[in-house]
């Protein structure tokens, strides 16, 4: 059925931001050609273990029959596979995820690609992280990889690393303030070993006050600034277009708003 990835399950308890403006998916997740890896999709068949001592796993294949793929490929031919081990105990989380689309067979169609790749196209991702708490202390990383193959062209090899960190500090057992600092890196490719300028980062700061157990009213500012010659896939906004950035564009957003868990 419809599910999230074992790749997205692993990271999404890492940001401090998540479902909101400043998601850290304004950035992360998305290769140079736009495809996404930190998704929801359908046709997913997976399985979650239980913890064992702290560790679990959890493994997915995802069927292109229905052409919602974390891609979005409209080649039915498209499949992929999504993995993660987790670790949690105390204060402790750590986490490595890999997920690989191919995104269908050569002469196939991808969204927004015309004419089609000559070869096969394929996105792989690589994600680390982890976080730690202390006290009234935590702090938190990912830092991810993401590869594409044959999707800017035949022989083509486009590359990505992105970095997420982030901190909070408990005020009292129902008040924390926090910040998180996401950066995409600047694109590789086997035509031009780095193109400078083509990355981008985002900036956040907010504050969360609990009114009871499960509501929340917060406030948060975030700004997202792209490279000059950044290619324009990172947004201010989760799965908005309102605020879409281009190269060398800025983007701000003060947010208020309540929490609620049903």
């Known amino acids: ?14 940001d401090a931001f998540a479902y909101n403006i400043a998601d850290n998916r304004n950035i992360m997740g998305h290769t140079v050609n736009g495809i996404g890896h930190d998704t929801r999709s359908g046709d997913v068949l997976a399985y979650i273990s239980p913890s064992m001592g702290g560790l679990s796993g959890a493994v997915a294949t995802i069927f292109g029959s229905e052409g919602n793929m974390p891609a979005t490929p409209k080649d039915d031919t498209a499949t992929a596979i999504s993995l993660a081990v987790m670790y949690s105990m105390g204060g402790i989380y750590g986490t490595v995820a890999y997920q690989s689309v191919e995104l ?12 089609a790749p000559a070869a096969a196209p394929k996105t792989t991702g690589i994600k680390f992280g982890g976080s730690y ?13 993401l ?30 303030v926090k910040a998180a600092y996401t950066m995409r890196g600047d694109k590789k490719t086997t035509a031009v070993d780095t193109e400078s300028d083509t990355g981008a980062t985002q900036i956040s700061l907010g504050y969360d006050h609990g009114l009871s157990a499960r509501t929340t009213v917060y406030a948060l500012y975030t700004a997202l600034t792209n490279g000059k010659n950044a290619h324009g896939h990172a947004q201010l906004g989760y799965k908005s ?4 950035v281009a190269g060398a564009e800025k983007a701000s957003a003060l947010s208020v708003g309540v929490t609620h868990s049903f």
Do not use: C, W
Request: aromatic share 6%.
């Open 1 to 14: 059925g419809k599910h999230d990835t074992p790749y997205k399950i692993s990271t999404r308890k890492l």
């Open 104 to 115: 269908g067979q050569a002469g196939g169609t991808l969204t927004g690609a015309d004419p």
């Open 133 to 145: 708490s202390m006290d009234a202390f935590k702090v938190g990383a990912a830092y991810e990889m």
């Open 147 to 176: 590869k594409d193959e044959n999707v800017s062209g035949a022989n083509a090899t486009d590359e990505v690393k992105n970095l997420y960190v982030t901190g909070s500090y408990n005020i009292s057992s129902m008040s924390k």
């Open 241 to 244: 277009t309102a605020m879409g």
